[in-house]
């Protein structure tokens, strides 16, 4: 009798938790992203805002999303109904008919004389427990211009004021959107300058997606390495490969919160092991005996490259300039009060947990992950970057991988890429960033001359964000003019050119057969 099939199973797909557990990793947003900082929430975490320490015990069991303010005991939720009413842009004014605005600004004059509620009354009403907006609305009620001014500018005059008497806090789920914004707003330089869109151009150029093996160059301190876990789900496999015989640091994974499912599937291992499988034969399209040793960069010039500063200056959207700082190997001297009020962003280092320590104080290894009831959402999540096993380096040797991206602002983009293109599967698709367009040519032209790669393009990402408010949707004037440049293409078959020329002198032959009869 014919045997019944097995089963099916059905894969386990990663659940994307939605409260903010003990232990996780968030993204504060303070006053609209006037200020960006990650925090872990642990016993002892606070957040200073202006001059008040809070406490952020309020954020355990929140859903992400939720908005809070500043109160006397500390950060409070906003009511759902406060959080969900329209704001002023979107409530229709005097019924919903046509306002006709014809008050203007030009008879205004700022000589400090408008307002006539002083500081010491504003101190007064901290004292007697008045909240923010009550000091809002006194303001708005002592000041003697704001009658007189148009509808817009009492609108910007309100939210001045509430962004420093009453702020309000968001807390968000760090993303891959969300790491990369902070990141580029604050410390471009750590993540190679990469913006937003580059990242998710970089991402559907190499066609990551569920159940791919995805091999990575990534020295923009593991910004790509866990947009691809996170892409992948808890499927496929991530491997990130280093020149030399120090890894590089991808310590910003450790802010996704992966589960350990997730963070069991990223790897790392040097170029020169994957290499090996080239040289001995197991990669795809290699040939028995043609040993390739890996034209990588030494040991001392990649410690240089990661510990060099770098003093670029760029803009953000808020045309504010920002000096970008190394990245810190080491551990540095924990944050203190006055880098959390700049709204410094920690970064993951390795040192032992202090007490009442920030993301940026000590690792991030996740503890177990319970909710709200107690249960346990996720299990202690292994150190991502493990060593493959044997077994799976055999599979890549044979199969190769199925995309490649590669992220190395501060190397050789030729010399890495030719190491690198034959460890992927023919037909697989790869993805180049780097800050400046001339590596890239240079690099195109070498895999046009080499044939290694076909449907060859260098292509800028270009972004722009608009304002969307009633009467006034525009482009926002100020943008980052600059997002890098990607390389993208098809790894295909190299043709032997001792085989071509036996097939010429066959089909020379047989050409010389067929004049003679």
């Known amino acids: 009798m014919a045997q019944p099939p097995p089963?099916?199973?059905?894969?386990?797909?990663?659940?994307?938790?939605?409260?903010?557990?003990?232990?996780?990793?968030?993204?504060?947003?303070?006053?609209?992203?006037?200020?960006?900082?990650?925090?872990?929430?642990?016993?002892?975490?606070?957040?200073?805002?202006?001059?008040?320490?809070?406490?952020?015990?309020?954020?355990?069991?929140?859903?992400?999303?939720?908005?809070?303010?500043?109160?006397?005991?500390?950060?409070?939720?906003?009511?759902?109904?406060?959080?969900?009413?329209?704001?002023?842009?979107?409530?229709p004014r005097d019924g919903g008919r046509p306002q006709d605005e014809t008050r203007d600004n030009r008879s205004l004059v700022d000589n400090n004389t408008a307002q006539t509620l002083s500081s010491e009354d504003i101190e007064a009403m901290k004292r007697e427990g008045a909240s923010g907006d009550a000091i809002v609305e006194a303001l708005i009620a002592n000041s003697s211009t704001f009658g007189n001014k148009t509808v817009f500018s009492q609108e910007k005059y309100k939210l001045k004021k509430q962004k420093k008497y009453a702020p309000k806090v968001l807390l968000r789920r760090p993303s891959t959107r969300s790491i990369c914004e902070t990141y580029f707003k604050k410390y471009p330089a750590r993540i190679g300058f990469m913006r937003v869109d580059t990242l998710s151009l970089l991402l559907s150029m190499a066609n990551v997606g569920a159940y791919s093996d995805v091999l990575a160059v990534d020295m923009v301190g593991g910004l790509v390495v866990g947009a691809v876990a996170e892409r992948l789900g808890g499927t496929g496999y991530v491997c990130s490969t280093y020149l030399g015989s120090a890894p590089s640091s991808i310590d910003i994974i450790r802010m996704y919160n992966l589960d350990s499912e997730m963070t069991s599937r990223i790897f790392q291992a040097p170029l020169s092991d994957l290499c090996s499988l080239k040289s001995s034969g197991n990669a795809p399209g290699s040939v028995q005996g043609d040993a390739v040793e890996p034209s990588g960069v030494p040991d001392e010039s990649l410690q240089s490259?990661?510990?060099?500063?770098?003093?670029?200056?760029?803009?953000?959207?808020?045309?504010?300039?920002?000096?970008?700082?190394?990245?810190?190997?080491?551990?540095?001297?924990?944050?203190?009060?006055?880098?959390?009020?700049?709204?410094?962003?920690?970064?993951?280092?390795?040192?032992?947990?202090?007490?009442?320590?920030?993301?940026?104080?000590?690792?991030?290894?996740?503890?177990?992950?319970?909710?709200?009831?107690?249960?346990?959402?996720?299990p202690k999540a292994p150190r991502?970057?493990?060593?493959?096993?044997?077994?799976?380096?055999?599979?890549?040797?044979?199969?190769?991988?199925?995309?490649?991206?590669?992220?190395?602002?501060?190397?050789?983009?030729?010399?890495?890429?030719?190491?690198?293109?034959?460890?992927?599967?023919?037909?697989a698709p790869f993805a180049i960033y780097h800050q400046y367009l001339q590596p890239l040519a240079t690099c195109m032209h070498s895999l046009q001359v080499s044939k290694m790669a076909i449907g060859l393009q260098i292509t800028e990402p270009w972004l722009r964000e608009y304002q969307v408010l009633p009467s006034r949707s525009h482009p926002h004037m100020q943008m980052n003019a600059f997002g890098g440049y990607i390389l993208s293409g098809i790894r295909v078959h190299k043709p032997d050119p001792s085989g071509a020329r036996v097939q010429e002198k066959s089909s020379g032959a047989t050409e010389s057969m067929l004049v003679s009869l």
Not at 354 to 376: F, R, T, V, W, Y
Not at 401 to 423: K, M, Q, R, Y
Request: hydrophobic share 35%; glycine share 10%.
């Open 384 to 427: 991502a970057g493990k060593a493959p096993s044997p077994e799976r380096m055999k599979y890549w040797g044979e199969h190769g991988f199925s995309s490649l991206i590669v992220a190395a602002p501060g190397h050789e983009v030729e010399s890495v890429v030719a190491d690198l293109l034959p460890l992927l599967s023919y037909s």
């Open 7 to 91: 089963p099916q199973t059905t894969p386990v797909t990663a659940v994307i938790p939605r409260e903010a557990w003990e232990g996780c990793s968030v993204l504060l947003d303070i006053n609209d992203g006037d200020r960006l900082a990650f925090f872990r929430l642990t016993p002892g975490a606070t957040v200073k805002i202006g001059d008040r320490s809070c406490s952020l015990q309020p954020l355990l069991g929140r859903p992400f999303g939720s908005l809070f303010r500043v109160g006397p005991d500390g950060l409070l939720p906003c009511s759902a109904a406060a959080a969900a009413a329209p704001s002023q842009d979107d409530r």
């Open 305 to 378: 490259s990661l510990e060099k500063p770098s003093d670029t200056e760029v803009s953000d959207g808020n045309a504010q300039s920002t000096t970008a700082q190394p990245i810190v190997i080491g551990a540095p001297e924990p944050a203190t009060d006055e880098h959390l009020n700049q709204g410094d962003i920690p970064i993951d280092i390795e040192a032992p947990e202090p007490a009442d320590e920030h993301l940026n104080q000590g690792g991030i290894s996740m503890p177990d992950c319970k909710g709200s009831n107690g249960n346990s959402i996720a």
